[in-house]
């Protein structure tokens, strides 16, 4: 993987909840592959897209600039994207890694449960296309602070089924705000509940660390973004992620974020044992 798509990947993490994208690389047979990721989030009020061209081969891959990027909402208004350069911004979560450019399309609301179609351009007359539909929730805007012991405590969570999901995302990362460099996150999918014990290791690595803050939100999906991101790609034999777009690799999918946590974690720290 080049160092621009990794850093891509990296960013991806960053703007799940804002409208982007979660990371997840394509693989293919094709030589030249667009790669498109866009999610629909009600709770934002500016959805992010990013193009990408893969040239197979080459260990390069291009930020697409140029592109005509627009929404379609549901009573047929086209919304245009700006195109945005966001490289070095010093707001950015991974410090300027965030990709450049991205479109930002303003929507002073988003319509649960009724269809959006994105609409991509580019420079050459590709066109790409995907639709989506929000599921049916109240977003939650507010997280609630809990506090987790690392030595005894087991999250236990449930949340209502909601019309139109997929899927329940549950993603845990470390605050902004936590200085946290020895936490990545985690991320998982379940129906209506999970448990996760406090003491918890993904990959080898402790999930929650005392000492630090996360943020938890549990999100509804639609089928477009947990069968892409929940997928799981086989480099060796090439298969290809599953997408619902027309001309392009990638996904438009939408998420609705149901449930938020502040965890402040205490307890004995698994590092310094």
């Known amino acids: 993987m080049s160092s621009d798509v990794r850093r891509l990947w990296m960013s991806c993490a960053a703007l799940a909840l804002m409208g982007a994208c979660v990371e997840q690389r394509p693989f293919g047979p094709a030589p030249d592959v667009i790669v498109v990721h866009a999610v629909l989030n009600p709770a934002e009020r500016v959805q992010h897209v990013v193009v990408v061209r893969k040239t197979a081969g080459t260990g390069f891959d291009r930020m697409v600039s140029g592109a005509t990027v627009s929404l379609v909402t549901p009573d047929g208004t086209t919304l245009p994207a700006a195109e945005v350069s966001t490289t070095g911004d010093p707001s950015d979560f991974y410090d300027g890694l965030t990709p450049s450019p991205r479109y930002d399309i303003s929507t002073s609301v988003v319509a649960t449960g009724q269809p959006y179609r994105l609409l991509v351009v580019l420079p050459t007359g590709e066109v790409v296309e995907g639709e989506t539909t929000a599921p049916m929730a109240v977003p939650a805007t507010s997280a609630i602070a809990r506090r987790l012991d690392r030595d ?46 406090a003491s ?28 892409y991101y929940a997928f799981d790609s086989d480099q060796y034999t090439g298969t290809a992620l599953p997408s619902s777009l027309r001309g392009a690799m990638g996904v438009f999918g939408a998420i609705v974020p149901i449930v938020r946590l502040s965890l402040t974690v205490e307890g004995t720290d698994p590092l310094r044992r």
């Open 200 to 227: 918890a290791t993904t990959r080898g690595s402790p999930i929650f660390i005392p000492g630090f803050t996360y943020d938890l939100v549990v999100s509804a999906v639609d089928a477009n973004y947990y069968l």
């Open 152 to 197: 005894v405590d087991t999250l236990r969570l449930s949340w209502p089924r909601v019309p139109g999901a997929r899927a329940y995302e549950v993603r845990i990362t470390p605050a902004r705000d936590s200085m946290n460099f020895y936490s990545g996150g985690y991320v998982t999918y379940a129906d209506t509940a999970m448990t996760l014990p």
